[in-house]
């Protein structure tokens, strides 16, 4: 579904200013790429004084989308990758709130040691977790986010763990039997 051009422009407006929406629309294609490479390089120093004056909350809040936006790209992706393994996202998470994690286990209940455990991979969360970090995050990461990020570590795991396969298969007794 297309959007109309006023749905456009209130969607840049959540993330740029004004000034910013309309100085990325100078930089015509009918510039030479040299002309066009300095007004995007013009364009990029605005962008990045204008997030050095945002407020801490405005900073929090676009931090927490940006996460959210690039897990909504991994799950898109159909393949696993290490570095989105629940305990990494979850440690990232952490930097991202500007909080320790003595504080954060604090905030949701649970001991430092078992977050530690579940940050190194140690101990998989439990769904309750995921709410309590839905509601840290006052929604901005739902639950079900933080459950696909164990779910496709999960898949992974008992999709190439053939060693394990073989150990658990081994304690199988009088399997049945299904013919085509």
Known sequence: MKKNKEQVYKDLLQRYSEEEVAASFIASEQLPAEAQA???????????????NIAGDQKLRSELFAFKIQLEDYFKADKYHEQYNFGSQLKKYI??????????SNNLSIHKARLSRIINGKENPNPELMYRLQEHSSGAI???YWWKLLSKELEYQIRTDKEKMQEESNKVTNPISIRA
Do not use: C
Not at 38 to 52: D, G, T
Not at 95 to 104: D, H, L, Y
């Open 38 to 52: 300095e007004v995007h390089r013009e364009f990029l120093e605005e962008r990045i004084k204008s997030l050095q």
């Open 142 to 144: 739902p639950a079900f």
């Open 95 to 104: 930097e991202i709130v500007g909080r320790t994690q003595t504080e954060i």
